[in-house]
């Protein structure tokens, strides 16, 4: 993807016939941007926490950084996938079902959406749990091909997905700062501190 390619190190150069923004005239319309950039852009802007991995080890050797960074190694994690915690259990977490117990949410989501840098989750991440009845720090798991253009089509993708029972309890996560930085757009929803894993599977 061509963002990630940028930013990490891709060694082939960009497309020399490829126009630049600088040479464009003033009524041109402007270039859009890929879809990953977008999405990288919003999300950052949001307050969004954004980590790209190339592989899994990746994936549990930043899991550990953001752990130690915020001192959670005695604290406990809640995890309520099944699947992630097949593909997390080599990485000695402290898990617990009780929401009580838990420091931070450690989930996937159903797709990351660029047009406003959110993030679509469901029943299948949070069953019919309300976002502000979950833990403030979340860290979720996603992968590069669940970027999509906008909400219309992450909800077209969950329904041709889940022909037999489309989850419930949809909506979306779009504010990733501190209760005290918020402003009047964000008021009345679930401000949480977000670190995205980010999985290049493309």
Same mark, same amino acid.
């Given at each position: 993807?061509?963002?990630?390619?940028?930013? =990490?190190?891709?060694?082939?150069?960009?497309?020399?016939?490829?126009?630049?923004?600088?040479?464009?005239?003033?009524?041109?319309?402007?270039?859009?941007?890929?879809?990953?950039?977008?999405?990288?852009?919003?999300?950052?802007?949001?307050?969004?926490?954004?980590?790209?991995?190339?592989?899994?080890?990746?994936?549990?050797?930043? !899991?550990?950084?953001?752990?130690?960074?915020?001192?959670?190694?005695?604290?406990?994690?809640?995890?309520?996938?099944?699947?992630?915690?097949?593909? =997390?259990?080599?990485?000695? $977490?402290?898990?617990?079902?009780? !929401?009580?117990?838990?420091?931070?949410?450690?989930?996937?989501?159903?797709?990351?959406?660029?047009?406003?840098?959110?993030?679509?989750?469901?029943?299948?991440?949070?069953?019919?749990?309300?976002?502000?009845? !979950?833990?403030?720090?979340?860290?979720? =798991?996603?992968?590069?091909?669940?970027?999509?253009?906008?909400?219309?089509?992450? !909800?077209?993708?969950?329904?041709?997905?889940?022909?037999?029972?489309?989850?419930?309890?949809?909506?979306?996560?779009?504010? =990733?700062?501190?209760?005290?930085?918020?402003?009047?757009?964000?008021?009345?929803?679930?401000?949480?501190?977000?670190? $995205?894993?980010?999985?290049?599977?493309?």
């Amino acid at each position: 993807m061509s963002l990630f390619r940028k930013l =990490f190190g891709s060694k082939s150069g960009r497309s020399e016939d490829e126009i630049k923004s600088d040479d464009r005239g003033k009524y041109m319309p402007e270039v859009k941007l890929p879809i990953d950039e977008r999405f990288t852009i919003n999300f950052k802007a949001n307050g969004g926490k954004f980590l790209y991995c190339e592989d899994l080890n990746e994936i549990y050797r930043n !899991l550990e950084n953001i752990i130690t960074e915020n001192n959670w190694e005695e604290k406990k994690v809640l995890m309520v996938d099944e699947s992630l915690e097949n593909k =997390f259990k080599n990485s000695h $977490l402290n898990l617990t079902t009780k !929401l009580s117990e838990s420091t931070f949410f450690l989930t996937t989501c159903e797709n990351l959406i660029a047009n406003d840098g959110s993030l679509l989750i469901s029943s299948k991440q949070i069953f019919e749990k309300k976002l502000i009845e !979950l833990p403030a720090n979340f860290v979720v =798991f996603a992968t590069t091909s669940q970027i999509v253009e906008n909400i219309g089509e992450g !909800l077209r993708g969950i329904k041709s997905k889940n022909k037999q029972k489309i989850p419930t309890n949809i909506t979306t996560i779009k504010h =990733f700062k501190s209760n005290d930085d918020k402003d009047f757009m964000s008021y009345g929803s679930s401000a949480k501190d977000l670190y $995205l894993l980010l999985l290049e599977d493309l």
